[in-house]
């Protein structure tokens, strides 16, 4: 009896590792938290949210800027390196959006798993490294932010985008 | 005679006013688009997918250039993931559109992503009618659609993608 549930108990870790940690409470409280922060009607505020989250980025981990020298990462208020920042942001604005449909998500998750993996030098450790950037800009912008949701959501998706990619 | 100059420069600057992309222009497509948008993926599709039906009973032909996604059937998940992402990249040229270096750094890469697709240009006219007809059941009245706001801003994006 013991051994069975030692194996439920495992099989029970390996699911928490994959997309079903992340529950549809957990869902709905993530659309909430980022609808409030995430509008077209307010550019100022996309702009802001994603550089906050490369700076912290950079802060952590000073030499994965590298991987990011094609969009002029040098001059971090410059154009390019803005819309950089603004596309990132803008695919976890798809994937939030697309909590509700998990066929979909799914596909498109893999997508940004091959687009990753197309790139040189991106690792599982630099998404552990940005998901922690998030949750540490993400309840400064957001008013009643549920970390314990956000974090299993990112957890769940960024396991799927970095799957392919070396620790 | 002063006066009849002015009201004549008057009506000419509001004709003209009506058919360009100005800071106000920008300001209300960024709001219509944000409410026709929405935030979750299923309502996002169901308005993608009408931009797209319209695309391709106007131009059936133009299903061939999405083979890879599955044109054949805008149901399946592979083309709603596509759609999700040509509406995602459509959104963020629209919230850029009060910043015009960023905007214009935006389209500079999705000048290069289109560019080996050979998009042929009246693609972009379709899909500039397509929102035409759409985006309007997708705003609390459709009365309150601007078009002339639209179609302006809608040929800055375009025009920046377009090689």
Not at chain 2, 137 to 147: A, L, R
């Amino acid at each position: 009896m013991l051994r069975y549930l030692v194996l439920f108990a495992l099989a029970g870790y390996a699911l928490a590792d994959d997309i079903e940690c992340c529950s549809v409470e957990d869902r709905s409280e993530m659309q909430t938290m980022w609808r409030e922060v995430w509008s077209a009607s307010f550019t100022g505020r996309r702009v802001q949210v994603a550089q906050a989250v490369f700076a912290d980025l950079f802060a952590r981990d000073p030499e994965s800027k590298g991987l990011f020298e094609r969009v002029n990462v040098n001059v971090f208020n410059s154009p390019e390196f803005r819309a950089h920042c603004i596309r990132i942001v803008g695919g976890l604005d798809n994937i939030i959006g697309l909590l509700d449909d998990p066929d979909t998500l799914k596909l498109q998750l893999l997508h940004l798993a091959d687009q990753h993996y197309d790139r040189k030098g991106i690792r599982k450790s630099h998404f552990q490294e940005i998901s922690h950037s998030f949750a540490k800009v993400m309840p400064q912008v957001s008013s009643c932010f549920n970390a314990d949701a956000w974090n299993r959501c990112f957890g769940s998706v960024v396991t799927r985008i970095a799957s392919r990619l070396e620790d | 005679m002063m006066y009849a100059v002015l009201i004549v420069l008057g009506l000419a600057a509001s004709a003209l006013a009506t058919h360009e992309c100005g800071p106000l222009q920008r300001l209300k497509v960024k709001h219509q688009w944000a409410e026709a948008y929405g935030t979750h993926g299923v309502h996002r599709e169901e308005f993608a997918r009408e931009v797209w039906h319209n695309i391709f009973e106007h131009a059936p032909a133009a299903k061939d250039m999405f083979d890879r996604v599955r044109g054949d059937n805008t149901y399946s998940p592979e083309f709603s993931a596509h759609m999700v992402r040509v509406f995602g990249g459509l959104d963020m040229c629209i919230s850029l559109l009060n910043d015009e270096a960023t905007l214009n750094a935006a389209l500079a890469h999705l000048k290069d992503q289109h560019k080996e697709r050979s998009i042929p240009a009246d693609y972009f006219t379709l899909m500039e009618n397509a929102i035409h007809d759409v985006v309007p059941h997708f705003v609390v009245h459709n009365t309150h659609f601007d078009k002339d706001a639209w179609d302006a801003c809608f040929e800055v994006v375009a025009n920046g993608i377009k090689s």
